[in-house]
């Protein structure tokens, strides 16, 4: 779908129909790896559960890992038998992998077998039995630190940060007016407070027997939910030029942040956002004028609502950035893809890092149907004539780049080049045409008629012109 880091991922496709001689020369990385027939089962476990957690994987059971010579497994039957309990008995929760055997001839030049195990990504996280999680990182697998694991979960949609408790946040802190709207929206009759506490579990009771508000009631409801998520923002900042830059050369000519709640944002960013986009209109081939954007409507709205529905609340040392260049749009919102996303699937999968927050949207229609979003994106751009957009993760922020509609922007200076001629020609053709059948008819036409006809065609053509000089794109072409 998207164009994102071809050269990587096409780096981490891995076949899983290769021959022993490919599993050989195949190098280690992301998606593949080479083990051992003497490898411990709890040393194996963790390549599994590492793989399991990223991307998922190939492990070559049978080939040393330092030499790459085929050991195979035949002579082993019983250290086989281990290996192949390994993801039930020494993974937790277990893995599903798929294993079969390629012939081989092993280093002694016996006829042997290889065993391959098919490790697939999991929507679940993965523990050793010492409860240590890993993911795969490269060729390596690096265990996570605490802060690390529980990102894994919010990713994968174990837990949702949306439903912890914010502390010191009380029912004071929340908007009953705006709940009172939401309530009446889904056709809810009781009060607010007992529509924050019997829905979602927006307001809970903690084991002290004291009421917990959740980080969706907040950033929906709050008064000021930058008291509790000072970041918890958009902010919008348009360059000058195609880069950007800083210290002397600094090129930001607009910067503008929007807070409150995530509706008021979403909102209020999407207003602006209308007001920065550029139009272009121009005389079509019918006679009629047409106006094209810089950007559709669609994909300034849907980009932004992906950014505040679906960013990880949880980082909190940085807001949603919406970067304007004279070429592109940057949105840039903290959290990586979450769950099974990916660049190359993201068209036509559907993940919410935030389903309470996504829920409450939809009821505003601003998120139409789940899953649709992206695809309809890009569908726009490519109507439009423009590149889809692409997607990148950054450390721990997503950065998607939305092309600007360049090449209709093209032909319409193309076209809008050509406008005066064309008027000209077309008028002065008119003109020769009704003087013609002005003489066939008979009339007589004095040097006053003829004068007040071709006064006439000129101020149609003028006219039209001035009306062409008042479009941005022509101003600089007609000066």
Same mark, same amino acid.
């Given at each position: 779908?998207?164009?994102?880091?071809?050269?990587?991922?096409?780096?981490?496709?891995?076949?899983?129909?290769?021959?022993?001689?490919?599993?050989?020369?195949?190098?280690?990385?992301?998606?593949?790896?080479?083990?051992?027939?003497?490898?411990?089962?709890?040393?194996?476990?963790?390549?599994?559960?590492?793989?399991?957690?990223?991307?998922?994987?190939?492990?070559?059971?049978?080939?040393?890992?330092?030499? !790459?010579?085929?050991?195979?497994?035949?002579?082993?039957?019983?250290?086989?038998?281990?290996?192949?309990?390994?993801?039930?008995?020494?993974?937790?929760?277990?893995?599903?992998?798929?294993? !079969?055997?390629?012939?081989?001839?092993?280093?002694?030049?016996?006829?042997?077998?290889?065993?391959?195990?098919?490790?697939?990504?999991?929507?679940?996280?993965?523990?050793?039995?010492?409860?240590?999680?890993?993911?795969?990182?490269?060729?390596?697998?690096?265990?996570?630190?605490?802060?690390?694991?529980?990102?894994?979960?919010?990713?994968?949609?174990?837990?949702?940060?949306?439903?912890?408790?914010?502390?010191?946040?009380?029912?004071?802190?929340?908007?009953?007016?705006?709940?009172?709207?939401?309530?009446?929206?889904?056709?809810?009759?009781?009060?607010?407070?007992?529509?924050? #506490?019997?829905?979602? &579990?927006?307001?809970?009771?903690?084991?002290?027997?004291?009421?917990?508000?959740?980080?969706?009631?907040?950033?929906?409801?709050?008064?000021?939910?930058?008291?509790?998520?000072?970041?918890?923002?958009?902010?919008?900042?348009?360059?000058?030029?195609?880069?950007?830059?800083?210290?002397?050369?600094?090129?930001?000519?607009?910067?503008?942040?929007?807070?409150?709640?995530?509706?008021?944002?979403?909102?209020?960013?999407?207003?602006?956002?209308?007001?920065?986009?550029?139009? &272009?209109?121009?005389?079509?081939?019918?006679?009629?004028?047409?106006?094209?954007?810089?950007?559709?409507?669609?994909?300034?709205?849907?980009?932004?609502?992906?950014?505040?529905? &679906? #960013?990880?609340?949880?980082?909190?040392?940085?807001?949603?950035?919406?970067?304007?260049?004279?070429? #592109?749009?940057?949105?840039?919102?903290?959290?990586?893809?979450?769950?099974?996303?990916?660049?190359?699937?993201?068209?036509?999968?559907?993940?919410?890092?935030?389903?309470?927050?996504?829920?409450?949207?939809?009821?505003?229609?601003?998120?139409?149907?789940?899953?649709?979003?992206?695809?309809?994106?890009?569908?726009?751009?490519?109507?439009?004539?423009?590149?889809?957009?692409?997607?990148?993760?950054?450390?721990?922020?997503?950065?998607?780049?939305?092309?600007?509609?360049?090449?209709?922007?093209?032909?319409?200076?193309?076209?809008?080049?050509?406008?005066?001629?064309?008027?000209?020609?077309?008028?002065?053709?008119?003109?020769?045409?009704?003087?013609?059948?002005?003489?066939?008819?008979?009339?007589?036409?004095?040097?006053?008629?003829?004068?007040?006809?071709?006064?006439?065609?000129? &101020?149609?053509?003028?006219?039209?012109?001035?009306?062409?000089? #008042?479009?941005?794109?022509?101003?600089?072409?007609?000066?």
């Amino acid at each position: 779908m998207i164009s994102t880091n071809n050269r990587n991922r096409n780096e981490n496709v891995i076949d899983y129909m290769m021959t022993i001689d490919e599993i050989r020369t195949q190098k280690e990385g992301q998606t593949f790896d080479c083990k051992s027939i003497q490898i411990e089962p709890k040393a194996l476990a963790i390549p599994i559960v590492a793989m399991a957690n990223a991307d998922g994987g190939l492990l070559a059971i049978g080939i040393s890992d330092k030499t !790459r010579k085929v050991e195979g497994v035949d002579q082993h039957t019983e250290k086989l038998n281990e290996l192949l309990r390994v993801p039930f008995d020494f993974c937790i929760p277990s893995v599903p992998v798929k294993c !079969r055997y390629i012939p081989c001839t092993d280093q002694n030049g016996n006829q042997n077998r290889v065993l391959l195990m098919e490790v697939p990504a999991s929507m679940s996280l993965h523990t050793n039995q010492a409860d240590e999680a890993f993911i795969r990182v490269g060729d390596k697998s690096r265990k996570l630190s605490f802060d690390e694991r529980v990102q894994l979960m919010y990713d994968k949609g174990e837990r949702f940060y949306e439903d912890t408790a914010v502390a010191g946040a009380t029912i004071d802190d929340i908007d009953m007016d705006a709940v009172t709207e939401y309530a009446r929206l889904l056709g809810y009759g009781k009060s607010p407070l007992q529509y924050l #506490r019997e829905n979602n &579990h927006f307001v809970t009771r903690n084991k002290n027997d004291e009421e917990d508000v959740s980080t969706a009631c907040v950033l929906l409801f709050g008064k000021n939910p930058q008291n509790f998520f000072p970041r918890a923002r958009t902010r919008f900042i348009r360059y000058d030029g195609i880069d950007e830059k800083v210290g002397a050369e600094m090129n930001v000519i607009k910067d503008v942040t929007f807070e409150g709640t995530i509706l008021n944002q979403v909102r209020k960013t999407i207003e602006f956002l209308e007001t920065q986009v550029a139009e &272009h209109t121009f005389l079509g081939q019918h006679g009629q004028f047409v106006t094209l954007r810089d950007y559709p409507k669609f994909v300034i709205q849907e980009m932004t609502v992906n950014a505040c529905c &679906h #960013r990880a609340y949880n980082i909190k040392g940085t807001e949603i950035q919406i970067k304007m260049f004279d070429d #592109r749009l940057v949105f840039e919102s903290p959290g990586k893809l979450p769950g099974q996303v990916k660049p190359s699937n993201i068209r036509n999968t559907h993940f919410s890092r935030n389903p309470k927050i996504a829920t409450f949207l939809k009821a505003y229609h601003y998120v139409k149907e789940f899953g649709e979003g992206i695809d309809r994106i890009c569908r726009e751009q490519e109507v439009n004539g423009a590149e889809i957009p692409t997607f990148r993760t950054d450390e721990f922020i997503l950065k998607v780049t939305v092309p600007k509609v360049t090449e209709n922007t093209k032909k319409v200076t193309e076209k809008l080049s050509e406008s005066p001629l064309r008027v000209t020609e077309k008028v002065t053709v008119k003109s020769e045409k009704l003087t013609e059948k002005a003489k066939r008819e008979g009339c007589k036409l004095t040097e006053n008629r003829i004068a007040i006809l071709k006064l006439r065609n000129c &101020h149609l053509i003028n006219f039209t012109i001035r009306f062409l000089k #008042r479009i941005t794109v022509i101003s600089i072409i007609c000066p």
